[in-house]
């Protein structure tokens, strides 16, 4: 789950999936009744993913704790594989609204330079994968549903893409795409080990040395060979 998302016209729906298919792909229903029902199936699932893993995780399970019937269920999520790839959405939304509410406050206090937008864009991304660090736990692991792997490859290739036009980088040169994708893997490795931190006084040391290590990455070079 790396990188910083922004969203901004002329990039990807948030709620459209990378294979093209859309959102989750959920019915309609009444409106009053949907926020309460998706709720419920989704803090179900996430219990019983995170208990069992995806493989061994029981529909009958995630009914009985939602308390919404196994037919309904199936009616609004068709299964395991829809409800974990809401969960991954539901994060990935949150993100994108932290971040890009915190860059927006950044610009509007007349901040413009590349890096320091990206460097706050990442500690907001990395400060929500803290708060959410048990949803984050779960969608790091290897198991889970079949093709969620070139999912998530394809979603990263696209916040390479916006991490690049926020640092004002050409990616269409190797070196600046190549730039690029190592900040944003640093940014997803210390996304992960955020949610193995026993407490919030850890987080903030690793958010802060992860930032601290951005900003060097992020520092040109210098082009003299002489002191």
């Not at 459209?16 to 792909?25: A, C, F």
């Not at 419920?40 to 995806?54: M, N, P």
């Not at 269920?73 to 809401?86: D, E, N, P, S, T």
């Not at 864009?121 to 692991?141: C, F, I, P």
Request: contains cysteine; negative net charge; proline residues 4%.
């Amino acid at each position: 789950m790396s990188g910083i998302v922004e969203s901004s016209a002329g990039t990807e729906p948030a709620r459209q999936l990378p294979d093209g298919q859309g959102g989750v792909g959920l019915p309609e229903v009444n409106a009053a009744q949907y926020p309460t029902l998706r709720r419920a199936l989704l803090d179900a699932a996430l219990e019983v993913f995170t208990e069992r893993g995806y493989t061994d995780a029981g529909l009958t399970e995630i009914a009985a704790r939602s308390g919404v019937a196994v037919g309904s269920l199936f009616q609004h999520y068709g299964g395991k594989r829809g409800l974990y790839l809401a969960l991954w959405e539901e994060f990935r939304e949150e993100q994108e609204r932290r971040t890009a509410a915190t860059l927006a406050a950044e610009r509007g206090r007349g901040v413009a330079d590349p890096v320091a937008l990206f460097v706050t864009g990442a500690r907001a991304y990395l400060e929500g994968s803290w708060d959410n660090r048990r949803l984050g736990r779960l969608l790091a692991e290897d198991d889970s549903p079949a093709g969620f792997d070139a999912l998530r490859r394809q979603w990263d290739r696209a916040w390479v893409r916006r991490n690049a036009r926020l640092l004002e980088v050409d990616e269409r040169q190797r070196a600046g795409r190549v730039r690029v994708s190592v900040l944003t893997t640093v940014i997803g490795g210390a996304a992960r080990e955020l949610g193995d931190c026993g407490d919030e006084a850890e987080a903030r040391e690793i958010v802060d040395e992860v930032c601290g290590i951005l900003i060097h990455l992020t520092t040109p070079a210098s082009s003299s060979l002489t002191p």
